[in-house]
């Protein structure tokens, strides 16, 4: 059943991006191009026609943009990615599904109880049966599973951030509360065209949003394993172009010795070479174009712990972790064309 | 005829804004309500209804935006500024002459044929026989015109840069070419709900667009009472939210006196407040925020000329020059309500 | 022994701005030269000698930089700010006594305990006898004893957001424990020239800085009379030119009522002007350019709020809350020279 | 003397980076990690002891910052990248001669005649013998030159974006004048700790400087072979991190055709993997973080042309174009590691 265990030298995956106009397909396309193990072979977007050069000047490519065609998928791609909207991706995944790696970078696929995803995403879920099928592509967290998946639902750009910095925390320690502030440039909104994502209405701004009612909570939480009500997150939007900042704020009953808590970090991620575990606080521009992400923890008093957690959100948010688990998948190293 | 050559001291002027939900109505409603001889009396916009504090909460008004009515507007108003888009002045200022004074920002008036503005705009004009009653609205050039003014005509943001700058020059020298490379914040493009204007296409952006295409050509050639075929105008967009510099190059055929053009600029403006002929090069940080233009002349070679002028687009280039024309035609000081 | 407890009618209070160059001297000229009743007659800086239009072109102003003098203020201004770095202001601050109103925007005054102040600045205090003296220019706090104060310590931007965010609550209910995530435009550390500041460094940038051990805590503390053991401040700094955001993580033991909450925070601030007390959230560019303070409050669960504080940090958060307190001092109206 | 014609398949190139903690030398290292041919074998430093992981903690390298040692550099490295400032290379190159490939990013050895440097850089030339051994790194230009060189002076960021908009127009036709307005993100001014280049300074900001005086023109004069005379260069430097934009006008005596001036560059570039002939108008964001640059020219009236070209200014106008020249001398594709 899993036909590439090893990719065979000199070959590569040929890959498809659905939705390769809005962000993070374009982000795909960056770094897939520069992959020396990759040929995109396809590249999709309703409304198409268009040659990729057009959209893309920088792409120098000739290919042209087609529309969705599930037959043609399966026929000409090892791996696709749909870098689709949420409820759009719904309606392509059964089809391609004994064909391709099929890695979702929609929220269609990332709950394992389509009850999670109607009540939060506010629709009905049309394929309900390969919810189970689908693997929550967060590799720090799921590495041996993904390598055998072919169906891979690509995390949410705040849960990468939220869940690696608190992962070993909870794993290893109890707490009473947990408060996430957490800040983010605005391409996280997409290419959405509207008034509030316009330049004029963005530059010098800083606001929250969705307080305690943004629809990546339910990710983070069944993926930590823990309960809402000890759980806040209060996303903000600030006016830079990309990058996530999560501070993570946790009470606890228990002393905490800062050391354990730094250990425990250190030696879950000892293996994850996208994780940097810091002594100093990070800076985003730290993490900017790479797949990393930053991890620094401060107590704050005996009982008070600051976590904070940084990526950039078109790639360990979304695009460079989904080539991670292509790479993981077609058994390439964990890094190749990401570093 | 001219009903306040003189407001009674103490008096205030009851000023309308229609288009109060646009870039430039916002500036408008910022400025006035700082105004110490102005009481705004009646904010208005197609498709209205709300309070202004809900729109600008910064406003504190309770004032209700209202539909935009004719009647209304010339009972409540001694001044009316229409900050609305091109073609729809058209449609409201025939029923408003003869009634409040009307400061109209937008192209429609700014034009004596309604064959050029039918030309650049590619509309038809529906009162070309109002064009003649219109006093283009740049107090440098026209102080005692607007004084006696019933309808001003407000100026375009580029023309107003430009034609500051290039004034005096053209008033008192020969030229053999004039191109002029201008550069612009975002807000020049108002608040349409485009994609090109998105924050996340703007940001950390730079480009040129209409080269020698622009529709602030044919105002800026009539102004200085130039010829097309000697001027070329190549605006761009800056991945900053407002502020214009616009870079002036001349060639002329005789050689030119430095201090003979300097001498020229000074006298030109030495009775223009917002005009500053300065020596060392301007920054556009210099007038963010005012109603300013600042101008700074370079002799490059003996027959090439380099003249720098920069404005804030949103002040000078749109709603504070539009209350120095207000206060031009109320009697008030030139600068009331502008420092 | 109060000169002036009205301003005579027509008279302007003669001012000066110690600090002229610095980033809060600046923002008070841009003010102040707005305010009808203020004449700016003095500004100095050490190592002086320019005409203040060379530094700033945009105020137009022939007026010489002096070297501080403290005879010649006692002599001529009836009020002084002093933007100046925190232990310079000691150094003028005992020459000036018995002279024109002092408004200092440095920390130097701003606790009741040199001995606070020697251990979060690292400093001794040159003049703690005065300290009883100063009162903390906090209006919305304490608008009776500024109206008869004549040396004012001037709060500092985060304690301003945070405080005006807090202070309702804390004096009308009991809570477990405080989070403060604080967010800051650059333009909070000033113009120091050092490369974390650089544009490069800070462009699309973000990150926190001195979690727990900001110098403005103790001010917070003092101010809201609450323990540092329930309380965390994190500040952070975000590629933007300027504004605050605090959003303020509450925790209680009893329910919260969400209407008795807001009903605490509207009849708190039913007579501030400055401060608004909204249903919606607020975004930074709602209070940019104003001295206004935006403040929402959210229950998020039973027992967990959420506050959130937007101010300009140039303006409420220093210069135009110093002239909020010289305007109560004079007599005049809060909001003049403030709209 | 040439050792590797071809480097052999498999082996990689052990460089150095001198000047590892500026700007150009952060941006080599980010794109020579991604080289599949090169070892980062040593980076240096005046005043070094670092880990690289410490300047760049994205880096993930335990690498240690050296002190510069020739001897050490000519043993360990096959080519070594001078990141240095102007006139401290050239008290390296002389010792570095006879050894490794040298790549100099500097303005020290991009003139033949130690004269122009020394007029305009106003410092005297310490080896100016050695400026004959120099090739100038423009591959588009000398490609065949490079391959064979040992000492390479790799092109100023300007006259990158210049002198390839301009080249095929100044061999195929003649022209009266040339006017050339250049925007520049603010990361060309490299790290310098000045006032001017901080945040407060150049967020939202604009400005013309060193009209017609910049150090960069004699670099775009010698390699165009053209004459001051009629040259003008105004630089521009806009509140954006990185970029540049020149907008290049041209007048001639003879009407132009645009089908022979499109045919003259396309011609031109033909073989040239990095630049792309345009039809529509590029914008900065379409090279932003890639070895490119594009051009597109447009006839504004029969003699009078505009010519837009576009580079990252840290890219192709410095750290990109590097690795460019030293894939040509070691005989690789010329887009390896730069796609």
Redesign the interface.
Known sequence: MWRWLVLPAGDRIRVGILGITG?TGEELL?WL??H?RVEVSLVASRGAGQKLSTI???S?LDLEVEEIDVGSIRERCDCVFLALPHTVSQQFVPGLVGGPVVIDLSADFRFREAEVYERWYRVRHSCPDLLKKAVYGLPELRREEIKKASLVANPGCYPTAVILGLYPFVKNFSFR?I?V?A?S???GAG?K???E?????????????K??THQHIPEILSQLGIEA?NF?F?P?I??????I?A?I?V?TDKRLDPEEVKEAYESFYANS?FV?V?QD??????????N?C?IAI?L??PR?L?I?S?IDNLVKGASGQAIQNMNLIFGLEEKEGL?
Do not use: C
């Open positions: 962000h960056r191009l520069r020396p893309y000047p920088w120098g509360s408060w502030d800040k440039g605005t391409s290419r065209i509207r008034e994502l316009l330049f004029v209405s963005m530059a010098n701004n800083l606001y929250p949003y307080p305690n009500e806040v209060v903000h600030v006016g830079i172009d990309r990058g900042v501070s704020y009470e070479p940097v810091r606080l990070p800076s985003y521009l730290d993490v900017r174009n790479t990393q930053h401060r704050l008093a008070k600051l904070v940084t570093r």
